[in-house]
């Protein structure tokens, strides 16, 4: 069955540590993206990918890292520089952009607090 | 911002009747996309509207877009509690047609369909 899959579902980040989120698609998607979901918000943008070894910030990018090694791969450091990371991480896979934005696929979510 | 604005925030319904949720936005677009978040999980997509479409069906949903109010409507007939769910418009956005490559989320309706 295609699919992407976030892991861990659950993640604790003691103070200044760095930690990273995993995501793979086996959808044969060119684009991958990553958003924040704060409790009773919408998605916003950190990073997004269209193709391999190539990613764009995207509206809150401060302390956060990508890398696009991988068509299946883009996992998502949250690094001591955000002070602020507890929330709900999604992550989405999508067709490249033709003609508009093609509908996205969602992970389940990886759920990040702080120890 | 881009960033689509659902009205109304919360939605609370019985059985048997329909939902209607707003979404207006700023830009020109080539698509706009609802989604569907369950609790806890991911996004799904439920439907994707042309700029050059006014209305769409898929089952008991019903998407109609005014372009020129920059507006789209999403209407769920017949509600079921099994609809409860928060609710979320998707914007691309066009630099002169070509689109940027990603979404833009409003912050949702959350629906609720009391047995």
């Known amino acids: 069955d295609g699919g992407i899959t976030q892991s861990p579902k659950y993640l604790f980040r003691k103070e200044g540590q760095n930690v990273t989120l995993s995501c793979e698609q086996n959808?044969?998607?060119?684009?991958m993206y990553w958003y924040r979901q704060d409790p009773g918000q919408g998605l916003r943008l950190i990073y997004y990918s269209q193709i391999v070894n190539d990613f764009q910030k995207g509206d809150i990018a401060e302390g956060y890292s990508v890398s696009r090694e991988k068509k299946e791969s883009f996992p998502l450091t949250v690094t001591s520089a955000q002070k602020n990371p507890t929330a709900f991480y999604l992550c989405?896979?999508?067709?490249?952009?033709?003609?508009?934005?093609?509908?996205?696929?969602f992970g389940d979510g990886t759920r990040l607090s702080i120890l | 911002s881009q960033q689509g604005e659902e009205d109304p925030q919360a939605l609370s319904i019985q059985e048997g009747e329909n939902a209607t949720m707003n979404c207006s936005y700023k830009?020109?677009?080539?698509?706009l996309q609802w989604y569907r978040q369950n609790s806890g999980r991911g996004l799904v997509h439920l439907i994707l509207i042309r700029s050059n479409e006014r209305e769409k069906h898929s089952g008991r949903l019903r998407v109609t877009l005014d372009t020129s109010k920059k507006s789209s409507s999403l209407l769920i007939t017949a509600s079921r509690a099994a609809d409860t769910a928060s609710y979320f418009c998707?914007?691309?956005?066009?630099?002169?047609?070509?689109?940027?490559?990603?979404?833009?989320f409003g912050r949702g309706t959350q629906l609720t369909v009391w047995p």
């Open positions: 959808l044969n998607h060119d684009a």
């Open positions: 830009t020109s677009i080539n698509n």
């Open positions: 989405a896979s999508s067709f490249r952009t033709g003609v508009g934005n093609q509908p996205q696929h």
């Open positions: 998707a914007t691309d956005a066009t630099d002169r047609g070509s689109t940027l490559g990603r979404l833009y």
